[in-house]
């Protein structure tokens, strides 16, 4: 069974940092592509990171020099490591395990983590 499970959020000050972790098992972890996606108050997804069909990991231009994800494949873990934080990166952030697809010549999302939030106030 696809697991995948969040951690690491909390309320932080702007311009603070936070790193957040995604736990994942029951399947192939060191080949697999996860990204990072959060969802704001009334808002839409937003992915943070996305893996592209060149296979390779992008940042939303709005986190772009700020957050980084990295991996630990011994720990069958995905970091992101938030920094400089602004109060709209306010949400819920969540995890998603990717695979591609011929057909769509993208990356497609179908499993997912529960979530954990971000808060970034004052």
């Known amino acids: 069974e696809v697991r995948l499970v969040e951690s690491g959020g909390g309320l932080v000050q702007p311009g603070g940092s936070l790193t957040l972790s995604c736990a994942a098992s029951g399947f192939t972890f060191s080949s697999s592509a996860i990204s990072w996606a959060r969802q704001a108050p009334a808002k839409g997804l937003e992915w943070v990171t996305n893996?592209?069909?060149?296979?390779?990991?992008y940042y939303a231009d709005s986190v772009k020099g700020r957050f980084s994800s990295s991996r630990d494949n011994a720990k069958n873990t995905v970091y992101l490591q938030m920094n400089s934080l602004k109060p709209e990166d306010t949400a819920v952030y969540y995890c998603?395990?990717?695979?591609?697809?011929?057909?769509?010549?993208?990356?497609?999302?179908?499993?997912w983590g529960q979530g954990t939030q971000v808060t970034v106030s004052s």
């Open positions: 998603a395990l990717g695979s591609f697809r011929a057909d769509s010549d993208a990356y497609e999302y179908d499993y």
């Open positions: 893996f592209h069909s060149d296979g390779k990991m």
